[in-house]
């Protein structure tokens, strides 16, 4: 399985931004799809998941109201959209499949890098 993410970028607080992660690799339809991040000096922590028919999705406390996470099963792709973002947003992003609960992931993508600037 391969996961390839993007859409990072630098924004001003108070900003918007939409990741993309495009799986392949075998069918994508069928598993949990997710979002965790890791800031400088921290340990990474889950940010949002959604289950294989997109109607079931979950967020970590901190992002709720703020981010959106969404899936078309008919590109395989997961989307975080990210709205009003606050400077502790900062982090690396990771697209993940096959949630472990929050605390992990079987496979992982390359990460991309989200910058808030206050």
């Known amino acids: 399985v391969q996961l390839q993410a993007s859409g990072g970028g630098l924004v001003q607080a108070g900003g918007s931004l939409r990741l993309a992660c495009k799986a392949s690799?075998?069918?994508?339809?069928?598993?949990?799809m997710g979002w965790f991040r890791q800031a400088p000096g921290k340990e990474r922590e889950f940010v949002a998941a959604?289950?294989?028919?997109?109607?079931?999705?979950y967020y970590t406390d901190s992002v709720k109201d703020r981010f959106t996470i969404s899936r078309d099963n008919a590109k395989n792709t997961v989307y975080l959209q990210m709205n009003s973002l606050k400077p502790e947003d900062t982090a690396v992003y990771y697209c993940?499949?096959?949630?472990?609960?929050?605390?992990?992931?079987?496979?992982w993508g390359q990460g991309t890098q989200v910058t808030v600037s206050s």
């Open positions: 959604i289950n294989w028919t997109g109607g079931n999705t």
């Open positions: 690799g075998r069918t994508f339809n069928y598993y949990r």
């Open positions: 993940a499949s096959d949630l472990i609960g929050t605390s992990g992931s079987r496979y």
